[in-house]
């Protein structure tokens, strides 16, 4: 399965912490936004939302993700 | 010296500059700034919870600290910060910096502030009788961050 975690307010939108995704094959963010409801999938495409890729920054256009890898959607930040 | 981590209880501010101070005689200065939940009057804020990111919070609260020593003569750093719920009162945040001469140990210690504040991987939201909402960030702690621009 792909994992997506959502950070921030990002959880309260998919109102859950983490979302299963069975992806067998690699897929782009626009096709993972696809399977999931329409006001979470606006909300991770946001430019200001970072996403990393097994914890890993990523750049949101070359993301490529499948069944084994976790993403996780990172909103900006509100400081210590 | 260099003491980076995430409390994922309470701690105690005082007893953890203690140890830093320990062993730190060729220090001149040791500037501490610690930064705890704020109660305000008629404040409804009942708590307040700070999230993060297991994979990038950490490695970038040391790679900060590791800034920090590379720009100034540092003997020492130190940075806790606190996630999970909080109170008013609870530290969040402690910062200190040691040195041979104040100056350095001052803006050391704010310059991990500044950065800790709108950087760093942290969420938060409060909890008030209308339940839990997350803070956004604040244009102020990016204005913050240009004061350093020329710190590689």
């Given amino acids: 399965m792909l994992t997506l975690l959502f950070l921030g307010r990002l959880e309260d939108v998919a109102g859950e912490e983490s979302v299963a995704l069975d992806m067998a094959a690699p897929a782009t963010l626009a096709e993972i936004a696809e399977r ?10 946001a430019p200001e939302v970072r996403v990393a890729l097994n914890g890993e920054l990523v750049e949101q256009a070359a993301l490529r993700a499948a069944n084994g890898n976790e993403l996780a959607f990172l909103p900006p930040v509100s400081g210590g | ?23 730190r005689e060729e220090a001149g200065g040791i500037v501490s700034f610690t930064g705890q939940v704020r109660a305000e009057a008629g404040d ?16 970038g609260m040391e790679n900060l600290a590791m800034r920090a020593e590379a720009r100034w003569p540092l003997l020492g750093v130190l940075v806790i910060h606190r996630v999970g719920v909080m109170v008013p009162g609870d530290p969040i945040v402690l910062v200190a910096c040691a040195a ?11 310059f991990l502030m500044d950065h800790l504040k709108s950087k760093a991987w942290f969420w938060k939201r409060e909890k008030t009788a209308d339940g839990w909402a997350w803070i956004e960030p604040r244009s102020v702690d990016h204005e913050d961050l240009s004061r350093w621009a020329d710190v590689p």
């Fill in chain 1, 36 to 45: 999931l409801k329409p006001e979470l999938a606006v909300a991770i495409c």
């Fill in chain 2, 1 to 23: 010296m260099r003491t980076v981590r995430l409390a994922f209880e309470a701690f105690d501010p005082h007893e953890e500059l203690r140890r830093f101070s320990q062993g």
């Fill in chain 2, 44 to 59: 409804p804020v009942e708590a307040l919870e700070l999230r993060h990111f297991g994979p990038l919070t950490l490695p």
């Fill in chain 2, 100 to 110: 041979r001469h104040r100056r350095d140990s001052f803006q050391a210690a704010d």
